[in-house]
C-alpha cells in the first residue's frame, strides 16, 4: 500500500511539474530530497516519475543550484547507466540543464558525470546520443572540463557523430568539439583522432550555423601545423576559397578567412590557396568595409609574398592595386602587414614601377613620417626599403610628377633618426 501510494505521489509531482508557476514552489517546499531518495527505488515506475519530476524542475534557472546542493547529482548520473533508456534520457536532460549554470559545472564533472555521458554519445538511441551531447557541450563552456571532457575520450565518439544522419546530433557533436578545440593540447587530438574529414565535409552544409562551427574547429585547429597535411588531402582548401565569396554571411566569410590565413602561414599550404584561385577572392577582401577582414586579409598577402614565386602572381592577379592603396588605411595594423607585403613584392626589379605608379610613392613618403611619428621601427624598415627599391635611380621619381618635395620632406627627418 505505501507503494501504491508513494507512486501516486510521485505521478502527481510529475504531472504538477510541468507548469512553471509551481517550479519553484514544489522545490522550495522541499520535494527534491523526496525526489532523490526515489530515484534510487527499485520501483520502476516510482523512479521514472522522480526523474521526470526532477527534469521538469530543472527547466528554472532558480532550483538549479538548490539541486545540486540537495544532493541530486550521484542519483541523476547513476541513472545514465541504467538499463533502462527512458530513465537514461531523463538524466541527461536533468544534467544538461543544471549544466547551464555556471556554478554547477565543475560539481557535475567532480561527481563522475563525464564517463557515462561520453559512454552515451556511443548509444544506439539517437535521442540519448543528442542529450548526451548537449550536456557535454555545456559543461564544456569552462576551461578545465575542456581538458577533462578531452581526457576521458570523448573526441572519437564525438568525430563520429559528426556523420551522424540526425543533423540535431551533427550540431551538439560539432558545438562540443568546437569548444574542445580552443585548448592547445586538444587542438593535436582532434587532428591526430582523424576529425578533419568530418569538419570538411560540414563546409558543404547549407546550414550558416553549422558552417560556422566547423570554420571556427578548423581555424583553431590549423595553428596546429600537422593539420595542414591532413586538409589538403580532406580538400578542404577549395571549399574555404569559396566560402570567402560569402558576403551574405559574413560571420561564414571571416570565419573561411581566419582558417585561411592560419594556412598561408605555412609553405605547403600557399600553393594549395593559390591553385585553388584564391588570390581573386581574397584581392576584392581587400577592399571589404569591414576593418577585420581587411586586417586578416592583409596578413595573408604577407605570408603569401614571403615567396618570390608568388610575387607576380600577386601582381598579375590585381592584388597590388588595392595593396597600394591601403597604404592610406589609418588602421595601424593593415599597415604594417601591407607595408610588409609591399617590401616583399619590390625584390623584383618589375614590380618596383607598379607599385611607384599613381599614388605609390606619395603615401609610402607619407607612411614614413606617420611611422617616425608613432616610433613604429618595423613600419619605418618597411616603407622605406620599399621606398628605396622604388626609387632607385630615380627611375620613378621622374616620371612626370613633382614628388621631389614631398621625398624630402619625408624622407630626410627620417634619414636624420
Known amino acids: 500500500v505505501l507503494d501504491t501510494v508513494q507512486e501516486q505521489a510521485l505521478g502527481c509531482l510529475r504531472n504538477v511539474s510541468v507548469s512553471p508557476q509551481f517550479e519553484q514552489d514544489i522545490v522550495q517546499a522541499g520535494a527534491v530530497p523526496f525526489l532523490v531518495q526515489h530515484l534510487r527505488s527499485v520501483n520502476r515506475n516510482c523512479q521514472e516519475h522522480a526523474a521526470v519530476a526532477l527534469r521538469n524542475l530543472s527547466v528554472s534557472p532558480g532550483n538549479r543550484e538548490i539541486m545540486v546542493n540537495e544532493g541530486c547529482l550521484p542519483p541523476v548520473i547513476a541513472a545514465l547507466s541504467s538499463s533502462e533508456s527512458k530513465l537514461q534520457e531523463q538524466g541527461c536532460i536533468v544534467l544538461r540543464n543544471l549544466a547551464l549554470e555556471p556554478q554547477n559545472e565543475a560539481r557535475i564533472v567532480e561527481a563522475g558525470a563525464l564517463a557515462p555521458l561520453i559512454a552515451l554519445l556511443r548509444s544506439p538511441y539517437e535521442r540519448l546520443q543528442e542529450h548526451s551531447a548537449v550536456a557535454l557541450r555545456n559543461l564544456s563552456v569552462n576551461d578545465e572540463n575542456e581538458v577533462l571532457i578531452a581526457d576521458n575520450g570523448a573526441i572519437p565518439p564525438l568525430i563520429s557523430l559528426l556523420r551522424s544522419?540526425?543533423?540535431?546530433?551533427?550540431?551538439?557533436?560539432?558545438?562540443?568539439?568546437?569548444?574542445?578545440?580552443?585548448?592547445?593540447?586538444?587542438?593535436?587530438?582532434?587532428?591526430?583522432?582523424?576529425?578533419?574529414?568530418?569538419?570538411?565535409?560540414?563546409?558543404?552544409?547549407a546550414e550558416p550555423a553549422v558552417l560556422e562551427d566547423a570554420l571556427a574547429t578548423l581555424r583553431n585547429v590549423t595553428v596546429d601545423p600537422e593539420a595542414d597535411m591532413h586538409l589538403f588531402q580532406d580538400g578542404a582548401v577549395g571549399p574555404l576559397i569559396e566560402l570567402l565569396g560569402r558576403n551574405d554571411t559574413p560571420d561564414v566569410q571571416k570565419g573561411a578567412l581566419g582558417c585561411v590565413r592560419n594556412l598561408s602561414a605555412n609553405m605547403r599550404s600557399k600553393q594549395h590557396i593559390l591553385r585553388e584561385?584564391?588570390?581573386?577572392?581574397?584581392?576584392?577582401?581587400?577592399?571589404?568595409?569591414?576593418?577585420?577582414?581587411?586586417?586578416?586579409?592583409?596578413?595573408?598577402?604577407?605570408?603569401?609574398?614571403?615567396?618570390?614565386?608568388?610575387?607576380?602572381?600577386?601582381?598579375?592577379?590585381?592584388?597590388?592595386g588595392p595593396l597600394v592603396d591601403l597604404l592610406a588605411s589609418r588602421n595601424d595594423t593593415v599597415l604594417e602587414h601591407?607595408?610588409?607585403?609591399?617590401?616583399?613584392l619590390s625584390c623584383a626589379a618589375g614590380n618596383r614601377p607598379r607599385i611607384a605608379d599613381g599614388e605609390g610613392i606619395r603615401l609610402l613618403v607619407a607612411l614614413l613620417s606617420k611611422?617616425?611619428?608613432?616610433?613604429?621601427?618595423?613600419?619605418l624598415c618597411n616603407s622605406s626599403q620599399s621606398l628605396f627599391r622604388c626609387t632607385c635611380r630615380g627611375q620613378n621619381c621622374c616620371r612626370g610628377r613633382p614628388c621631389t618635395a614631398h621625398l624630402f620632406d619625408g624622407w630626410l627627418p627620417t634619414c636624420t633618426n
Open 165 to 205: 544522419p540526425d543533423k540535431r546530433i551533427q550540431v551538439q557533436a560539432l558545438g562540443v568539439l568546437r569548444n574542445l578545440s580552443v585548448q592547445p593540447e586538444n587542438k593535436s587530438r582532434i587532428v591526430q583522432d582523424g576529425g578533419l574529414p568530418g569538419l570538411v565535409n560540414l563546409l558543404r552544409s
Open 277 to 320: 584561385g584564391g588570390l581573386h577572392a581574397l584581392t576584392a577582401l581587400l577592399r571589404s568595409s569591414d576593418e577585420e577582414v581587411v586586417e586578416n586579409t592583409s596578413v595573408v598577402f604577407r605570408n603569401l609574398s614571403v615567396n618570390a614565386e608568388h610575387d607576380d602572381q600577386v601582381v598579375w592577379d590585381g592584388g597590388l
Open 338 to 344: 601591407v607595408a610588409g607585403t609591399l617590401r616583399n
Open 371 to 379: 611611422s617616425r611619428e608613432k616610433n613604429r621601427g618595423a613600419l
